[in-house]
């Protein structure tokens, strides 16, 4: 199955199978495996600095994707364990209003994906929560010919304009892209979580 891998154009993780690659994410590091084909990659995550780290490594060994899809928790929630903000902060590029911190991930090592391939990127279950406001600064401030940024609202998020606002003034890498809100559409209860993104 590992030779397959490099091979595939689709690929879907849902967080059970990310918290295995973030315990692997040392080993895999000193041998990553590279998906040169892969297109579209769909992950069910929450915001948090062990989701975000393999995140990252995905994207680095992914050169070619073109389509990013995050999906929140099942219960709505981005974040696992309550963290706050701050209590990760030194994943994500700190601006000068922000205190001490450390960057996601280097500035100066290149993101292939992220310069030259990434289209596309769809945001499931966004509540306007400042680390997930985060999160989208870092791909409009990477992501050089996103084409569109789609976040669909939570369920029962509280959409204010301001927070909308906050977004849509974010600077923009790509002069192209076109960002969009939605709100979430119920579906029906299934036992399969891909269902649900």
Not at 34 to 58: A, E, P, R, T
Not at 111 to 128: A, M, P, R, T
Not at 138 to 158: D, H, M, P, R, S
Not at 168 to 182: A, E, G, K, Y
Request: hydrophobic residues 35%; glycine residues 4%.
């Amino acid at each position: 199955m590992i030779k397959e891998v490099p091979s595939i154009s689709v690929l879907k993780l849902c967080k059970v199978s990310l918290k295995g690659l973030y315990e692997e994410a040392p080993q895999v590091r000193l041998s990553p495996i590279c998906f040169n084909k892969l297109k579209s990659l769909k992950l069910k995550l929450g915001v948090d600095k062990d989701h975000m780290q393999v995140m990252i490594q995905l994207l680095k060994y992914s050169p070619n994707l073109e389509v990013l899809k995050l999906c929140c928790d099942e219960d709505g929630e981005w974040r696992e364990n309550s963290l706050m903000y701050y209590e990760w902060c030194d994943y994500w590029p700190v601006r000068e209003d922000q205190g001490q911190g450390h960057e996601m991930h280097d500035p100066e090592e290149s993101i292939v994906c992220l310069d030259s391939h990434l289209k596309s990127i769809q945001l499931i279950g966004f509540k306007e929560e400042e680390n997930e406001i985060e999160l989208q600064r870092f791909f409009l401030k990477n992501a050089q010919v996103l084409e569109k940024l789609t976040i669909v609202w939570a369920g029962y998020a509280l959409k204010s304009e301001e927070a909308s606002k906050k977004v849509l003034n974010i600077p923009r890498t790509s002069s192209q892209v076109l960002l969009t809100f939605h709100d979430a559409k119920l579906k029906r209860k299934s036992d399969n979580w891909l269902d649900y993104c």
